[in-house]
């Protein structure tokens, strides 16, 4: 059964920093590309950051560049987005997300799993 699973959210003051995982089951993350997305209440869902598989190119949305590192640990199947500098409009559901034999894509209805995602708050 394909599953991937996040952790790692909670409630961080404004300038801290978290770490989120997404752990995958049933199927290798290695030669998968991986993105997170995110959705505040009332807006749309946003691509935060993607790795692609293979060389693991990284890309990030103007918002979070400088501040978020995506990565990965193909041995432990699991990706990471490490979050500094955080901000209340950092605030969100977080979700992690596959494609399939594919490269990065901003477009989340490109993507083939989610997981079911992880609360961020940052207070001020």
């Known amino acids: 059964q394909v599953q991937l699973a996040e952790s790692g959210g909670g409630l961080v003051q404004s300038g801290g920093s978290l770490r989120l995982s997404c752990s995958a089951s049933g199927f290798a993350l290695s030669n998968k590309a991986i993105g997170w997305f995110r959705q505040a209440p009332g807006k749309e869902r946003e691509g935060v950051s993607c790795?692609?598989?293979?060389?693991?190119?990284?890309f990030y949305a103007d918002s979070v560049k400088g501040r978020f590192t995506i990565s990965r640990d193909n041995a432990k199947n699991t990706a990471y987005l490490q979050m500094n500098s955080l901000k209340p409009e950092d605030t969100a559901v977080y979700y992690c997300a596959v494609l399939w034999f594919r490269l990065c894509s901003s477009d989340f209805s490109d993507y083939d799993y989610w997981g079911q995602g992880t609360q961020v708050t940052v207070s001020s």
């Open positions: 790795i692609n598989s293979g060389a693991g190119d990284t």
